[in-house]
């Protein structure tokens, strides 16, 4: 079983930054893919940006430029640095690990953007 914590989240005005981190611990074997999601109230939970093992990036349209996802493999953490936050970028952040088991989620963490 893996579990997942993050850290990082906040209030920051618009233009500001936070920095997001997820620490994976448990029974690791492989966590091919370790990623981002959000998710407002009453929405779906939607893909901010992941990461494979091997470096391998994607990002959400909206937030490509401006966010930048990253992982320490011996550490089994991912980051997450996102920069020019827009008060959209409001939502809780969750982070995600694929591994043999199927799929882990974090707790989230939120992040709130001021106008």
């Known amino acids: 079983q893996v579990q997942l914590v993050e850290s990082g989240g906040g209030l920051v005005q618009a233009g500001g930054s936070l920095r997001l981190s997820c620490a994976a611990s448990g029974i690791i074997s492989n966590l091919w893919r370790m990623g981002w999601y959000r998710q407002a109230p009453g929405k779906q939970r939607e893909l901010v940006a992941d990461i494979t093992s091997g470096g391998s990036t994607n990002y959400a349209d909206s937030v490509k430029g401006r966010f930048t996802v990253s992982r320490d493999n011996p550490k089994n953490t991912v980051y997450l640095q996102m920069n020019s936050l827009k008060p959209e970028d409001t939502d809780v952040y969750y982070c995600?690990?694929?591994?043999?088991?199927?799929?882990?989620w974090g707790q989230g963490t939120q992040v709130t953007v001021s106008s």
């Open positions: 995600s690990a694929d591994h043999m088991g199927g799929r882990s």
